[in-house]
């Protein structure tokens, strides 16, 4: 039997589907399956690559004797978190670490976003990444919408926000809302002002009804520095007023502490992002974070109830563990 020829744009996929689920779903051969497709080995090679890399096949290895699996079941049963854990030598350099993690979140991603939904996304060096990697999945009438605003006394930040959220739009087939206010407002009466403005009201109203988040963590002190400590968006009096609130970090441009407290962080009156205790109302929220210095804000994060689901590198799971 030889499939009946698809013509148009989607033809490739169309093939690629067909040979995965000869492949994947019915154990055939590349042999067997060039033969009921009418091509080659070769091409029947490459439709099963591109059934991949465009999240047609999602391909996960679940091992009960596997370290990084061992490591999410602890991570689940300390935090009641899913822990997605990407084994890599503790001597891979951050950047490089940033990239592996960044690769498999976006991979896990076509998992958990489906049509009709409305997901909230962070700007930063992570979710930049993540947005490079991210695969192809058609959905219908779901839209991303920017969490935080991205403009300070440099840029407006709009550039930068909107080609993250443009790359999540294309993977997803999906619409895009940006928010066109800076990080941080001068004056808190500003931003209480801006926020009954019925042009902001409806992209707050629509992160609202958000189905999922997807955020990273903020630090100071990591390898591969957080962009709002090092775009220009805080100046020395906001560094000081940051150390004398004791911050550890941030998600969305929202900071907060050891101890989980966020409230009366004088800094927090300024910001864009979604208070903390709006986040939480989310119902999946997905953090990616890569490296050890991210220990004290993650750790922080997960105990005050912040994420559901954490993808991040073995060595920084094996600390998260051993923290007390």
């Known amino acids: 039997m030889v499939w009946e020829e698809t013509s148009g744009p989607d033809a490739k996929l169309v093939q690629a589907l067909k040979a995965a689920q000869l492949y994947y779903m019915q154990d055939r051969t590349m042999e067997a399956i060039a033969r009921e497709l009418g091509t080659s080995r070769s091409t029947v090679s490459r439709l099963l690559s591109h059934a991949r890399d465009t999240g047609l096949v999602d391909i996960r290895v679940n091992s009960p004797f596997e370290r990084g699996g061992l490591l999410e079941q602890r991570i ?16 891979v350099r951050d950047l490089d670490r940033l990239d592996r993690v960044s690769l ?96 902001t009201r409806r992209v707050l109203d629509l992160q609202t009804r958000m189905d999922l988040a997807l955020f990273s963590l903020g630090s100071p002190s990591a390898e591969v520095p957080s962009r709002v400590y090092v775009g220009g968006y805080l100046d020395d009096a906001d560094y000081r007023s940051l150390a004398e609130d004791r911050v550890i970090g941030d998600v969305a441009t929202v900071f907060f502490r050891a101890d989980g407290s966020w409230r009366d962080v004088r800094l927090n009156a300024r910001a864009t992002g979604p208070a903390l205790d709006r986040l939480r109302r989310v119902p999946r929220r997905i953090c990616v974070v890569a490296g050890a210095h991210k220990l004290a804000s993650l750790h922080a994060a997960m105990s005050m109830g912040l994420v559901t689901d954490v993808v991040l590198d073995e060595t920084l799971a094996t600390r998260l563990l051993e923290a007390r």
Request: no cysteine; aromatic share 10%; glycine share 6%.
């Open 76 to 91: 689940r049963t300390r935090y009641r978190v899913a822990a997605h854990v990407v084994p890599m030598p503790a001597t």
């Open 104 to 199: 498999t979140a976006a991979r896990l991603l076509t998992q958990f976003v489906d049509s009709q939904m409305v997901v909230g996304v962070a700007w930063g060096s992570t979710l930049s990444a993540v947005s490079r990697h991210l695969p192809q999945k058609e959905t219908h009438n779901t839209t991303f919408v920017q969490l935080n605003g991205a403009g300070n006394t440099q840029t407006t930040g709009v550039e930068y926000s909107s080609e993250i959220l443009q790359r999540f739009g294309q993977a997803f087939g999906a619409n895009v809302q940006q928010f066109p206010v800076p990080a941080f407002f001068d004056d808190p009466a500003t931003r209480e002002a801006m926020w009954r403005e019925r042009s």
